[in-house]
């Protein structure tokens, strides 16, 4: 299994998806050997090996910003620093010749490589040691850059990468179609895995802390409702027709607040579009916020918005749903394939967001509704049937036992 | 020696779909029914136009030739309020069609509640007005009289049997479910527990639904139905019993069943074999009830319907968006009457109509079987969301009227 992230030391989805996914497989009988690109510390993790590919911390990791590519990415392989482990590319040669050792080593069943920057080692494993190349895909760079354009090199990588691959795995249907369209996979070699959620994950004795958000538990007193979400600010996300909606809703119906967690490049053109629209009063910014903070932003919230231009999965939606939340998401956010107790509107959309918005601020019936019924649906969603897939698959690609 | 007979009864329906109306039209604009968007589910003339296509204008053609060929041919039809008035505003040769075949003579005309409502269930006043509607309107339209009644969606209970006995109907219509019938066949004419003069005709479900759900699905061991071994079925279920009811919704043809399932020629080729034994016949409703006394008494103390597995009325007030809904509606119903506003007041009308609330049914989403969502909304909660909107309004415009009260919400 190659992958960039795990939990504890996540910026986003990918981590917590990997984690899941790997621990239901080990669950299900695979031996699952899991290589990460820095060293730290995973406590908890005991049901599979973890293979440190350099000595960065984690922290020196998220310094290069590699997750969404938010650097500028222009070097092939061949031209990168292998020593230079300030540069993305430097990092990812260095990953690069640990897996082409370990694979030589271990000799794995299957390959599952986890997003364009694993890619190219799984490559190089699959050259080397002839196991089959699953790559797995969260998201492309046409989601990270949130429109046409996006980095080439990266392009190049996942081109390579999804040509290479014997077997695509795309989380949601819109991804795949992303894979057929963007990049002229043929459909029969891609399947769609939706994520799942581990309630049980939710389950260490965490309670609601009042006192965390006590201003906006004073509004909701007052009658306010709390629209919330939480997220990385960058235009992949949609947040300025969040913000565009949140005005429109307002300037309906005033007792809306608006709880925007997270952090990105995008942050203090929001700030600026909120205070354009007369509006800075009603949004309420956290930063990036981890652990119970975190959860408690979810737990103040009545509905949770997913804004997102293009998102191929979108696991908040589902912690959300887990915390009581009405859902609101894009067409465009994959995670309503799965989904179908929620309020759905295009990420343009801004006066269907704003209605569904008030909708919700206004009616008591029709917030429980939501809230009930999405909670049921969630629940049914399980990691232990998503590893059952790709046992299923595994077994498909190679004659005896899995690695 | 009476023949036996079939008794055939259809139900044709069409409801006023409220459009995505916004909250940013609430207090500004009052025509909910009319989205502008031609091409969608929700444009009632657009819906009206294809159906008619369809469904009305062939079926109601074959029905001519029936009645043209086969003396014994009869059968009853229930026909909405709002669907005539829909039909004179976008299909005035549909309605023409339809009075052809009461002008036979051979065609009965039920009663019901002209805006197809679940009024009996909130307000008595109401509801009798609706049905008086009705009969007037068929009055109007056809020219008879109206002797037998059937509520939305065959809902009925005893009290409903009573209410309509002592409101001078001969006859009414139920679903014909087993856990009421236990070991009798709904093949006879029945008496309600507690009234006087009028006969009970129940729905033959498993014949009924044979044609109207089953006939075109593939996936039915008995697919594909032939005209034959259906008449076997009839003959079968018929053997020593008076009649079989068969009820179903008027667009099970051409619309529910496609015509390239045959539903059409099925039902001519059917039709010919049943009269072909001379002791066979049809009759219609008021025909079955005056040539055969009850053979016994059925009570139902609780509301049945002809809808899903449950026969109840979960479909339409299932949950609380559903009780929310029509709550906020009837409560409505003094303030709007006072107003004396013909618009306002067909407005709210239309509003009642069971099939808006049908929309917010979320059984089939929570149970996964979302392919069972039979709607022109992306969801319960977007039907929802744009029926609260338009009561908001209709409370904007009472507060308007009286000058008094508030908007409460």
């Not at chain 1, 695509?168 to 769609?192: F, L, Q, R």
């Not at chain 2, 039979?374 to 009227?401: C, G, K, M, Q, T």
Request: with cysteine.
């Amino acid at each position: 299994m190659l992958g960039w992230e795990l939990p504890p030391h996540n910026s986003g989805g990918l981590g917590v998806a990997c984690y899941h996914m790997s621990k239901a497989l080990a669950i299900s009988g695979a031996n699952v050997d899991f290589v990460v690109p820095y060293e730290a510390e995973h406590t908890g993790i005991d049901f599979m090996k973890i293979h440190s590919a350099t000595s960065l911390s984690p922290l020196e990791r998220y310094g290069l910003g590699a997750y969404d590519s938010g650097t500028v990415i222009e070097k092939s392989l061949n031209e990168a620093d292998i020593d230079d482990l300030k540069d993305m590319r430097g990092v990812q040669k260095r990953y690069v010749k640990f897996v082409e050792k370990l694979a030589v080593s271990l000799k794995p069943d299957v390959i599952h490589a986890h997003d364009w920057l694993t890619m190219e080692a799984g490559m190089r494993a699959k050259e080397l040691t002839s196991a089959p190349l699953i790559v797995h895909v969260h998201a492309t760079e046409f989601d990270r850059s949130g429109n046409e354009n996006g980095n080439p090199l990266v392009h190049e990588i996942e081109y390579q990468g999804l040509i290479m691959a014997d077997r695509i795995i795309a989380v949601s249907g819109i991804t795949k179609k992303i894979i057929i369209e963007k990049y002229g996979i043929p459909a029969d070699k891609i399947e769609i895995v939706h994520n799942a959620i581990d309630v049980t994950d939710f389950d260490d004795g965490y309670q609601y802390d009042l006192r965390t958000y006590k201003y906006l538990e004073a509004l909701k007193s007052e009658g306010y409702t709390i629209i919330s979400t939480i997220t990385r600010f960058t235009i992949q996300k949609g947040l300025d027709n969040l913000i565009k909606a949140a005005a429109k809703a307002c300037s309906k119906y005033d007792k809306l607040a608006f709880l925007l967690v997270g952090d990105g490049e995008q942050r203090d053109d929001l700030i600026r579009l909120a205070a354009d629209l007369g509006i800075s009063d009603k949004i309420f910014f956290t930063g990036f916020i981890r652990g119970k903070q975190w959860r408690d932003a979810y737990s103040v919230a009545d509905a949770f918005v997913m804004s997102s231009v293009s998102e191929p999965f979108g696991l908040t939606a589902l912690e959300a749903a887990h915390h009581g939340n009405a859902i609101i998401l894009t067409r465009q956010s994959g995670v309503g394939e799965v989904l179908n107790s929620v309020f759905r509107y295009d990420f343009w959309d801004v006066d269907l967001l704003a209605d569904q918005i008030i909708g919700i601020a206004t009616s008591d019936v029709l917030k429980n509704a939501l809230q009930d019924d999405v909670r049921k649906e969630y629940a049914k969603l399980s990691w232990h049937d998503v590893a059952e897939k790709f046992m299923n698959i595994y077994m498909s690609m190679c004659r005896v036992g899995i690695a | 020696m009476n023949k036996r007979g079939i008794v055939l009864y259809l139900h044709a329906h069409q409801p006023y779909r409220v459009r995505k109306y916004s909250v940013f039209d609430t207090g500004i604009n009052h025509d909910y029914f009319d989205d502008p968007a031609y091409d969608t589910e929700r444009n009632n003339e657009q819906v009206f136009k294809k159906v008619a296509d369809k469904s009305y204008r062939p079926m109601n053609a074959m029905l001519e030739k029936l009645l043209a060929t086969h003396s014994e041919f009869k059968l009853s039809l229930s026909i909405s309020g709002i669907f005539i008035d829909q039909a004179q505003q976008w299909a005035p040769d549909v309605l023409d069609s339809f009075k052809r075949l009461v002008d036979t003579g051979r065609v009965e005309i039920v009663a019901e509640t002209y805006y197809h409502s679940l009024a009996f269930f909130y307000s008595i006043t109401e509801f009798e007005h609706q049905v008086e509607a009705h009969r007037s309107k068929i009055r109007e339209i056809f020219g008879v009289e109206t002797k037998v009644f059937r509520n939305t969606e065959l809902a009925y209970n005893d009290s409903l049997a009573k209410w309509a006995d002592i409101y001078g109907f001969k006859g009414i219509l139920a679903e014909g479910w087993d856990p009421i019938l236990e070991w009798r066949s709904p093949n006879f004419v029945y008496k309600p527990t507690g009234t006087e003069n009028i006969s009970l005709l129940m729905k033959n479900y498993r014949l009924s639904d044979d044609v109207a759900f089953r006939f075109g699905d593939k996936n039915w061991p008995q697919w594909p139905l032939s005209a034959d071994t259906y008449n076997d079925w009839v003959n079968m279920s018929i053997t020593d019993k008076s009649i079989v009811n068969l009820f179903m919704d008027y667009e099970t043809f051409g619309e529910h069943q496609w015509e390239d399932t045959g539903i059409f020629n099925f039902y001519e080729a059917f039709v010919g074999k049943w009269l072909e034994n001379p002791v066979n016949t049809f009759y219609t409703v008021s025909g079955a009830i005056d040539e055969f006394e009850p053979v016994g008494e059925i009570s139902m103390p609780y509301t049945i319907t002809w809808a899903d597995t449950e026969r109840d009325l979960t479909a339409w007030l299932g949950n609380n968006m559903q009780q929310e809904a029509l709550r906020y509606i009837y409560a409505m119903e003094n303030d709007i009457m006072r107003t004396n506003d013909p618009e306002l007041i067909s407005d709210w009308r239309k509003l009642q109509t069971s099939d808006h609330v049908y929309y917010m049914c979320t059984k089939w989403f929570t149970d996964g079987d979302v392919h069972a969502y039979f709607s022109p909304y992306e969801s319960p909660y977007d039907a929802f969301l744009y029926f609260i909107n338009v009561v908001r309004d209709l409370r904007w415009r009472l507060h308007n009227h009286h000058h008094a009260g508030g908007l409460n919400g």
